[in-house]
């Protein structure tokens, strides 16, 4: 599996690339923005990106959505509660005196249980509501890419409309803390951790 993380976007989001390399197949999750940056990674591993998958629907994690899907021609897919939010993009960035072109709709959604396959890889796909109204991660073998729910030493906010602090501390003990140790975590922002660490360091689960 290739991996590969760009930080793209009006809030330096991590977005990542997921190929793979029999096939070249590639996801391309959370495009904030920068597509010519993305674009480039994919030319540069000889990838083509096939799916485009939001975690969540957060202005900063879906700038790029509609170049990228332009660009590409790739399927773009997401929870469908949070499938909900993606024309509203626009107006919430502009709360924060910031600019995002508004993302196409979803062209398939994905629940807890489905899988999202990536050339000859299967991602598992795991509800984590809270940061918001019900944002997905997507689990291969060893890594977990979770949006922002956990981050290295942190969680996400929880003050957001749909937002739940309680939600969210208990999906991330049921359905991630429940991996190996070893799992590398690739949050939406941030460096990268491990499942094993968050649950001997962060302080939000003392």
């Known amino acids: 599996m290739i991996i590969r993380r760009l930080e793209a976007g009006p809030l330096a989001t991590n977005c990542y690339i997921i190929g793979d390399e029999a096939t070249k197949e590639a996801v391309v999750v959370d495009p904030g923005g920068d597509v010519p940056l ?66 196409p709709p979803a062209d398939r959604t994905v629940v807890e249980g489905d899988v999202l396959e990536i050339g000859d890889l299967r991602g598992d796909i795991v509800e984590l509501p809270g940061h918001s109204p019900t944002g997905v991660a997507l689990l291969f073998p060893g890594n977990a890419f979770v949006g922002d729910a956990l981050f290295a030493g942190s969680i996400g906010r929880t003050d957001f409309p749909g937002g739940s ?42």
């Not at 990228?68 to 709360?95: D, I, N, Y």
């Not at 070893?182 to 990268?192: K, Q």
Request: proline share 6%.
């Open 165 to 206: 602090f309680k939600a969210l501390i208990a999906g991330i003990r049921a359905k991630l803390f429940t991996l190996p140790d070893d799992t590398v975590v690739w949050p939406g922002h941030g460096p990268e951790t491990t499942i094993g660490r968050e649950k001997r360091t962060n302080p939000f689960f003392d």
């Open 38 to 103: 993305i674009l480039a990674a994919l030319k540069e591993d000889g990838l083509t990106c096939k799916t485009i998958f939001n975690t969540h629907t957060h202005f900063d994690h879906i700038g790029g959505n509609g170049e990228l899907k332009a660009k590409t021609g790739a399927e773009l897919v997401t929870h469908p509660r949070e499938a909900q939010e993606l024309g509203r993009a626009g107006a919430a960035a502009s709360m924060f005196g910031m600019r995002v072109p508004e993302s």
